[in-house]
């Protein structure tokens, strides 16, 4: 792991030992982001996942407020996003639950908490449609955290970054496997990952390209080589409305 991945963990299991859960929470009624990405495919449209994002370790970070957050993503839903990713990690990338809850208060279409997940209490405080889980994180565990997300109604989307994640990932339940195209040992991000791995993966799992996706040729690169969808923040952010809107009609 990159040096500010080993960071991000290291705050991430101070701010999980705060957490207080005492009773299991009720199952989540989840929108159902697969049929929405199948409904896009068969109008020959790209299903993009648009993300909410503040910053990251690599950009600058901008203020997002709860308010924002709910405007933001009420753009990319007009502009056809099939989902709205949220990033809660508040340290790197300058998310927040509060953030979270404001986009799926004021959207009709499914919403992708977006973590490092490495506790079962983080599922449980979770409101949300999707989870990501990152394979290469969590490791033995990975199957325990798709079936306890599953039991709590959330869908996990289960993030890979080289072929032996992926044959963890494909023994779990997962329904949706996210590939992404950034190595955490370098964070240098190569778009042919996703070119290399979609062989491997089964017809009946959906498969998500993550990173790299910076215009309409890229996002058609991904889907050309077999992606279902591709989940997009960065090159987004700028013009969500407009930039969202772009990747959705890029075939």
Known sequence: MHRVIDEILELTRRRVADIRTTDVPEKIERRDVIQLIRSRKQENKIPVISEVKPGSPTIAKRDITPDDAARIAREMEAAGAVAI???TEPDFFYGSLENLSAVRRSV?????RKDFIIDYKQIYETESDLILLIAGILGE??????DLSLARGLEPLVEVHNETELVDAL??????????NRDLSTLTI??????RMIPMIPDDRIVIGESGVRNSADAARVINAGADAILVGTAIMDAPFERTKELVGAL
Not at 141 to 146: G, T
Not at 190 to 195: A, G
């Open 141 to 146: 565990d990975l199957c325990r955290f798709v």
């Open 190 to 195: 190569d778009l042919s990952t996703t070119e």
């Open 108 to 112: 009709t279409i499914p919403v992708l």
């Open 171 to 180: 023994d779990t339940k997962t329904r949706i496997i996210g590939i992404n």
């Open 85 to 87: 990713s949220v990033l």
